[in-house]
Every structure is written in C-alpha cells, then in structure tokens.
C-alpha cells in the first residue's frame, strides 16, 4: 500500500530549527531517489533537498548550508533537518519520489498531505 506520511511542522520564529519526518512504505523507498518539496501560497511546487539509494545529496541554492536530507533505510523513513528558519522558508512541505517525474510515472501524482512549516520573524 502507498504511504507517505510527513509530520514535524509547526510554528517556530525566525533563526529556530524544525525536524520534518516522512514515513513511507517499503516498495516507495526501495526506489532510487526521494526529495522533499515545497508550495508556498500563490507559488509553484518546488524542490528542496534530494538523496539517493548511494546517499548522494543535492539542496537549492537558497536554503544549502541550513537545510540537511537523511534517510533510515531500516525504518522506510526521510528526514529533513531545518536549522536557521527564515519567513521565506514558510510553505507546506511534501516528500515524493525523486526525480519529479516518477511521482507522474509510478505513483499516478499521488501526494500525502504535507506539513505546514511557517516561520514568524
């Protein structure tokens, strides 16, 4: 069954740090790549953070340096590590396969709920 499951948003003022977490099911993890995305109102989903089966890790320009992707292999689980949030930073954040394409290919652009980080100053 296709799980994806993030929690770990909230509130949290400007320079605080956040732990997002994403529970998926075995068979979505077993796939080569996962990111973490981001929507803010009125914008275009973005990606964030990527990794790979090899642990290779890829950020965006803006939040490189802040922001950090993990994954526990033992426990199908994603992780994204927040450290010196900025109000920009304030979206609902989503974790899917990677590359973008293969949410369309293999899970038919299914998307879990996400969880909403806002970043007060």
């Known amino acids: 069954q296709v799980q994806l499951v993030e929690s770990g948003g909230g509130l949290v003022q400007a320079g605080g740090s956040l732990r997002l977490s994403c529970a998926t099911s075995g068979n979505i993890f077993s796939v080569n790549g996962m990111g973490w995305y981001r929507q803010a109102p009125g914008k275009q989903r973005e990606l964030v953070a990527s990794?790979?089966?090899?642990?290779?890790?890829n950020y965006a320009d803006s939040l490189k340096g802040r922001f950090t992707i993990s994954r526990d292999n033992a426990r199908n689980t994603l992780y994204l590590q927040m450290n010196n949030l900025k109000p920009e930073d304030t979206a609902v954040y989503y974790c899917n396969l990677y590359p973008l394409g293969l949410v369309t290919l293999i899970l038919r652009d299914y998307w879990g709920q996400g969880t909403q980080v806002t970043v007060s100053s």
């Open positions: 990794i790979i089966s090899s642990g290779s890790t």
